[in-house]
């Protein structure tokens, strides 16, 4: 009750004085952001069943208020957070992730209204005491994780960017002590915040493209620590320290790049839809970049792709789920009529593909001799409030034994730990 009138007030008006201090620290297979602690989408976590039950596995709990969106949730500790509508503004939501109990309710912004559905698309970043949420209008917030209250607010616009067609999918990334983003445009497509105050630090100066739909991904080839993404016309890695490019590669981006790029073994790879393909970087001494290979092997939409081993998974736009070789590119395997087209993720050596048409989930095996199918299951209940034109494009997320899928206003928990 305490916790619901606090939703309350902060939907309707300003706060008292006094709240409670919360702190969420990220145990070992907790789930702070999107793709998961690394950004991999690769769970380490073990002990999952290997098989499913006929029906698929129990469900713990069913949330049904999530209203408009695409959001996905991070999980820490025993709070749920994502994102989605209310009284026509688009909020930040924390849940008992035991329970499927709503705690509190924060705004964000108006709702980003588009005819393939409205509402946010981002997932929420999970950083101790604090959690950071972007709209899809690109207003930016940073809230209390113990009952939502608002600590800042900042606004891709008045940093310089534009709104995109689809709108700010961004999951922005928290990293030491900024919240690393990209507004795009003119002024500088990467922009790094202090994390406590929302003040501008830098804006990549060298780097103006305009903001697409993927994620920033830290790493440090060479011992450079970068940060990596991928817009419309190139990936590029930039400073951590001060916004300065440090290397880009062309990249034949066409109407929406979406993907998050991997990097592993000194390389960056990435893929997006509308018949782009993908290609792999070097990252060699000096930040030179150099092509590995360029091709239409992997045409990923906006499913994600999951490095396993040294093989990739995910949907292929034309060919159906593929698996593909990292290091040269190749493709290894594919199936086009056992799943259709949707979102992946990776959890003790099994695949959980989702079918974002009609809500199957399949089980199996991360492998590249092929399909290895080991159960699978459909959402039910499914939305009505989904726009006719959408699908269900939130990805999957895997953390501490349970399965979190979400359809619009529900949102859905699944044991999934073995016995």
């Excluded at 209390?144 to 600590?151: H, N």
């Excluded at 239409?296 to 034309?318: C, I, P, Q, R, T």
Aim: aromatic share 10%.
């Amino acid at each position: 009750m305490i916790m619901k009138r606090i939703a309350s007030r902060l939907l309707s008006g300003p706060l008292g004085s006094i709240f409670s201090i919360w702190v969420v620290s990220a145990a070992a297979h907790d789930w702070p952001q999107w793709r998961g602690p690394d950004r991999t989408d690769v769970s380490k976590e073990t002990g999952l069943l290997k098989q499913w039950p006929e029906g698929g596995p129990k469900r713990a709990w069913l949330y049904e208020s999530a209203g408009a969106g695409y959001a996905g949730p991070s999980v820490v500790g025993a709070q749920l957070f994502t994102m989605g509508t209310r009284d026509e503004s688009e909020i930040l939501l924390a849940l008992d992730a035991n329970s499927g109990k709503e705690l509190w309710a924060a705004k964000v912004g108006l709702v980003f209204a588009e005819r393939r559905g409205d509402g946010p698309r981002s997932t929420p970043t999970v950083d101790g005491a604090r959690v950071y949420a972007m709209g899809g209008r690109g207003d930016l917030i940073c809230a209390d994780v113990g009952d939502g209250r608002l600590l800042w607010r900042q606004s891709m616009r008045d940093l310089g960017g534009g709104t995109p067609n689809w709108g700010y999918t961004e999951s922005v990334l928290v990293d030491g002590k900024h919240v690393i983003c990209t507004p795009g445009g003119s002024r500088g497509a990467i922009a790094a915040l202090d994390k406590t105050n929302g003040k501008l630090v830098w804006q990549s100066k060298e780097f103006t493209e305009a903001a697409h739909y993927a994620s920033i991904i830290v790493a440090e080839p060479n011992g450079v620590r970068q940060y990596i993404q991928l817009t419309a016309s190139y990936v590029a890695g930039v400073s951590a320290k001060d916004g300065k490019l440090l290397w880009k590669s062309a990249f034949p981006g066409r109407t929406a790049v979406i993907p998050t790029p991997i990097f592993h073994d000194g390389c960056a790879y990435v893929t997006a839809g509308y018949g782009a393909g993908s290609k792999l970087v070097k990252i060699g001494p000096d930040n030179q970049a150099t092509d590995v290979y360029e091709n239409k092997v992997m045409k990923n939409h906006h499913g994600g792709v999951v490095l396993v081993g040294e093989y990739l998974y995910g949907h292929s736009d034309g060919t159906g789920w593929l698996c593909q070789n990292f290091k040269t590119g190749e493709e290894v395997w594919s199936e086009r009529r056992k799943l259709g087209k949707g979102a992946i993720t990776c959890a003790d050596g099994m695949l959980y593909c989702l079918d974002e048409a009609d809500g199957t989930v399949a089980l199996l095996e991360a492998s590249p001799t092929g399909w290895q199918e080991r159960g699978r299951f459909k959402l039910d209940p499914q939305t009505a409030i989904r726009s006719p034109q959408g699908r269900i494009w939130t990805h999957p997320v895997i953390c501490n034994g349970r399965l979190y899928l979400r359809d619009q206003n529900l949102i859905y928990c699944y044991e999934i730990k073995g016995g």
